[in-house]
C-alpha cells in the first residue's frame, strides 16, 4: 500500500492571468484519505480539477495514478485515467432525466461501450451490479425514480453507488455534504468511507466534526498554497481558524470555472 | 455596429419611465397617423349598406351546407324563365358528395402539414446544432447556418408556396417543401434554444466517469433535449395544421381549395362547413398535443 497514488511538483494552475495553485510538492499514496480544507477560492475545487484533467497546470508536473498528465495528454489517455477516477461534486452531478438506477450504471461506461452504452441496454451483470450497489446505499425502492425528483441526501447516495459500480482507484469528493442536513451529512460520510474502502479517498470538506470520518492526514490550503499538511490528531481548531482567517490582502476569490473551460461539451 | 449592439443603444437611450412615455407617445402618434392618412384618402369607407349585408352573410353562414345532406331539397328543380325545367337536383346527394370531397381535402392538409413538419424538422436538426452557442462550432459555419434559419423564417409560408408551384407543379408536393422550408427557421431556433439550456452538469457527471464523448452524446445530451425536441415538434407541427389550410389558395391542394372556390362562388354555407372543419381539426390536435406535452415535462 505504499505505492505513489499523486504526486505533484512545482505545480502552479493560471486562469485569467492569476495563480489559482502553487504547489511545490505533494505526494499522495494508495490508500490513503485526504481532507483538503480551507477558505472559498483557496484553490481546493482548482486541485480536484487538476487531478482528473479538467484544469491544465501552467507549469510542474502532475502524475496520477502513475500517468503524466503535465505533458500534454490526448483526449483518450484522459478518458481511460476518468475511468479510474470516482468523483462525487456538490450535490448536482446527476444526469436528472434518468432514472436513479441509470445514474449508477454511468459508473460502468469505462467498461460498456458501443451501441449498448448509446440505448443504455447494459448487460445483466453491470445491471445486478447497479441494483446491489443502490440496495448498499439504501435506495433500491427508488431505483425507477427520475433523479431529479430525489431529494439532496438521495441524490449524493445515488452518486455514492455510482462510484461503487465504477470501482475506481482514487475518489474525489468535492463538498459532498455541501447542501445536506447534519444527520444526512454524516450518512453520506459514512457509506463514502465505505465505498472507499479500497481506494485512495481526497475529499473537500467544510465541516470539522466529519474530518474523522473521511481522512486520517488533513491538508490546509490557503490562497492557492499549502499551509499545513498533519495527521488528523495533529490537526486542532487553532490551526483550522488560523486558516480560515480572512486574508485583506487576498483579491477576490475565482472559485467560478471561466465560461470557457465549461462550453468545451465534447473534449 | 450590429445589429444587437444598435438595439442595445437605443434600449438603453430610452430606458427609464420618461423613455416609455417618449415610447408611448411614438406609438400614439404612429396610430393617429395610420388613421389620418387613410381617413385623408377616403379608404376607411365600409361599403354602401354594411348593415344588411352583415345580416345576409352571417344568414347564410348560420346555414352550413352539411345540413343539407339530411334535411335538403330531394327534387330541387332549376326552371328557365318560360317555366320549363332543366334539371332535377338531389341536394341530399350533392351535399353528401361534397362532404366526402371535404374528408379527402382535409386529409390532404393534414398529409401536407405532417410530412412538411417532419421535413423541416428533419432540415433544421444540423442546422441548430450548428447554431447552438455552447456547442461552439466554428464561426462561419454556425454564421452560415444562422443566416439559412433567418431567411427561412422570415420568408412566408405562402411565399414559399407560390414559388415551389412554379418550380414542382401545383399539388401537395409543393406544399409539402412549403412548409417545410419555413418552419425550417422556426425548429431551427427552437432546437439551438433547447440545446443551449442544456444541463452541464448531467454533462460533466457522464464525462467524469471517463465516457467517450458518444457517450456523453447519448447519455447526457440526448435525454435532457430530447423532451424538448418532441414538444417543440409538436408545436410546430400544429401551426402548420393551421397554415397548410391555406396553402391550397395557390394551388397546393387540400382545404384551402375548397375555400378559394366557395368564396369565389358566395356560397358561405359551404364556406361555413369548411370552417366548421378546419376548426374541428385544429382544436382536436392543440388538445393531443398540449397533453402530450404536459406528459413530457
Sequence with gaps: MNKIAISLQQVCCIADGRALLDVSTLSIRHGERIAIVGHNGAGKSTLLRLLTGFM??????????GRDLSTGESPQELRTLRCEVGQIHQGLHLVGRLSAVENVMIGSLG?????????RHFPADEVTNAEAALHAVGLLARAQTRADKLSGGERQKVAIA???VQQPKLILADEPTAALDPAAAGEVC???AQAARNSTLISIVHNPSLLPLLADRVIGLRSGRIAFDLPLSAVDDQKLTNLYRP??????????????ARRAVFS | MSVHALTNHFVNRFSGRLGFLGLTLIYVLLVAACLG???REDELSLGRNPLANLVKTVGEFAHPSFLDVWFGNQQLEYKSDDGTVLRVENRQEVEADYLAGLGRATWTTIRIATLGSLLGAL???PLAVLTARNLAAPKPLAWLAKSVLDIARSIHTLVFGLVLVGIVGLGPTAGILAIGLHSMGTYGKLFAEAIESLDMAAI???RSVGATPDQVFFNAVWPSVLPQFVSSHLYVWEFNIRDSTILGLIGAGGLGLLITEATSLFQWGRLSTVLIVIVLMVSVFDTISRRIRQALS
Design chain 1, 56 to 65: 491544465p497546470a501552467a507549469h510542474g508536473k502532475v502524475e496520477v495514478l
Design chain 1, 111 to 119: 467498461r460498456v461501450t458501443g451501441w449498448r452504452s448509446w440505448v
Design chain 1, 162 to 164: 455510482r462510484l461503487l
Design chain 1, 190 to 192: 459514512h457509506l463514502l
Design chain 1, 247 to 260: 486574508d485583506e490582502a487576498a483579491p477576490a476569490a475565482p472559485w467560478q470555472l471561466p465560461e470557457s
Design chain 2, 37 to 39: 392618412t387613410l381617413a
Design chain 2, 123 to 125: 432540415l433544421a436538426l
Design chain 2, 204 to 206: 460533466d457527471a457522464v
